[in-house]
């Protein structure tokens, strides 16, 4: 069984509780310095006004959380990891079925300003990190030109 031994330093908790302690402390003294000329009618409006504005902010809050909006919203939120996921490649769904010779420029100049990169050494370390950053992006690119040879030979 590990043995339960107490670290000779204060936790984090420690002295975030009493920050908020004093900050209590605080307010509790403005509040008695603004009230200390009330009458106990007085007093007493102003607990059921403080009651009645949380307990309408409570029950908005629960009628919120319980509709069906927002079931539907939390149960549609994308997972995302904290590791980058590798993403397909592109497909003809993202290729527009009226693609002209004039689209394969911009191929053409991309690949002209990656040779060129590679020219220097700055430039063949940022491609590095770049790839690194996003595998398998050579490849959707060579599949997005296949496939708008194939839509423009159609």
């Not at 200390?36 to 949380?54: D, H, T």
Request: charged share 20%; hydrophobic share 35%; aromatic share 8%.
């Amino acid at each position: 069984m590990p043995s339960k031994t107490k670290s000779s330093r204060p936790r984090l908790s420690t002295p975030l509780s009493r920050k908020i302690q004093m900050l209590q402390q605080r307010c509790a003294d403005i509040l008695n310095q603004k009230t200390r000329n009330w009458s106990r009618r007085q007093q007493k409006y102003f607990l059921f006004i403080v009651c009645m504005v949380m307990g309408g902010v409570c029950t908005l809050s629960l009628l919120g959380a319980l509709s069906i909006n927002y079931v539907d919203t939390q149960r549609s939120r994308p997972f995302t990891t904290v590791f980058p996921a590798t993403r397909p490649p592109v497909t003809w769904r993202g290729i527009p079925k009226t693609a002209s010779p004039a689209d394969t420029l911009i191929f053409l100049q991309f690949r002209k300003a990656l040779d060129s990169m590679l020219q220097t050494p700055e430039g063949r370390i940022a491609y590095r990190t770049f790839l690194q950053q996003h595998p398998g992006f050579l490849d959707s690119l060579a599949n997005a030109e296949k496939l708008l040879k194939q839509a423009i030979s159609h």
